[in-house]
């Protein structure tokens, strides 16, 4: 075999050629790998989906349009507005769900509600599962009130839509365990510690219809109201009077057991609750709203939970519940336990801000 002589430049050439080679062997296999992936939604308890909800919404503002909880997947789902959103939820835990309406459009609408002049049997609450602020009319409104919510709701387009309820909304005065003042009753809803006193918290219209309450129809007074709002808000403070009556943190499940209370929490939209209350007793459902305004003939009362659980007559001022987390105070609703309806809570975690007291 015989050998040619190369030139000097076409080996560098062939030189430059081999190095454009190896250079592509090493870059090629990154080009072609996979790109890193987003982590996969994590599965959390309600409380800990309420808690992650709260914080991306602090830290990501404008940019998420509210969230709500899957109960059968147990996933958080977040409502956002942009890519960066979108990354930083997923890399939370959380579902990303890109939607139309941002939640200021959403308050927008709900404010320019409450502007107007006000129609007893209405309530408003934005519902982040379909991105919407919905209007409930209950059977009360009718006539010339029903043209004129039609008429604002309408204006709205298409931030809010319109429903009717079958029932009337009212306050449940007729709820955990009974309590009882001259001619009506309420429930205790959680018993609460402040300035090392027991105390305990039921619905504002119970106590600011009567100050004196007793655990026994016609009995001795177990509690005075310190402090009642209603309306604009519907929460009360009880100072027990009676020093031999017992005050546990704990509900009444009315199956001879009751559920320990050890902490307050705000919950999610879908998240599953209970309720106890004196007359129903145990009953469960989800929430459907937060941030709600209901318009009783009494007067308005706004930062609501909304849900789909039935309440009666009685169950006022009754322990809303997830677990040991204390949620709620009934407030009022429609309908009853037997066709169904949709009811109202105070937020625990209000009342106990304005009051300074602990769960406990």
Not at 129 to 147: H, P
Not at 276 to 300: F, I, P
Request: some cysteine.
């Amino acid at each position: 075999m015989k050998h040619r002589r190369i030139s000097r430049r076409r080996l560098a050439i062939a030189g430059s050629s081999a190095a454009a080679v190896v250079a592509a062997g090493v870059l090629l296999p990154h080009a072609n790998a996979a790109q890193p992936t987003a982590p996969s939604p994590r599965a959390l308890a309600p409380a800990a989906a309420a808690r992650l909800a709260s914080d991306l919404t602090s830290r990501l503002g404008d940019r998420t349009a509210g969230s709500y909880y899957d109960t059968k997947s147990r996933q958080l789902v977040v409502n956002v507005l942009d890519a960066t959103a979108d990354r930083k939820v997923q890399e939370a835990g959380a579902v990303p769900r890109t939607v139309t309406h941002t939640l200021a459009e959403l308050r927008r609408s709900a404010q320019s509600l409450r502007d107007r002049p006000r129609i007893p049997g209405t309530a408003w609450s934005i519902d982040p599962r379909i991105n919407q602020l919905v209007v409930t009319a209950d059977r009360t409104v009718r006539g010339a009130q029903l043209d004129r919510l039609t008429r604002s709701v309408t204006a709205l387009g298409s931030t809010a839509r319109l429903r009717r309820s079958a029932g009337r909304f009212t306050p449940f005065v007729a709820g955990g365990d009974a309590i009882f003042a001259d001619g009506a009753r309420c429930s205790l809803g959680f018993n609460v510690v402040k300035d090392g006193q027991p105390y305990f918290l039921t619905a504002g219209h119970c106590g600011v219809a009567f100050k004196s309450w007793s655990g026994t129809s016609g009995g001795p007074q177990i509690g005075s109201v310190e402090a009642a709002t209603f309306p604009g808000h519907d929460f009360a403070l009880v100072k027990y009077t009676d020093a031999t009556a017992a005050h546990p943190s704990s509900v009444d499940l009315y199956n001879g057991s009751t559920q320990a209370i050890t902490r307050a929490g705000d919950p999610a939209v879908g998240q599953v609750v209970q309720r106890s209350g004196s007359t129903t007793q145990l009953h469960g459902g989800t929430v459907t709203g937060l941030d709600a305004t209901v318009n009783y003939e009494e007067g308005s009362v706004t930062g609501l939970i909304q849900t789909d659980v039935c309440a009666e007559p009685g169950d006022s001022g009754g322990a809303l519940f997830s677990g040991d987390t204390a949620v709620g105070l009934t407030s009022g609703g429609s309908g009853d336990c037997t066709s169904g309806g949709e009811t109202f809570f105070q937020p625990v975690t209000a009342a106990l801000a304005q009051y300074g007291a602990q769960i406990g």
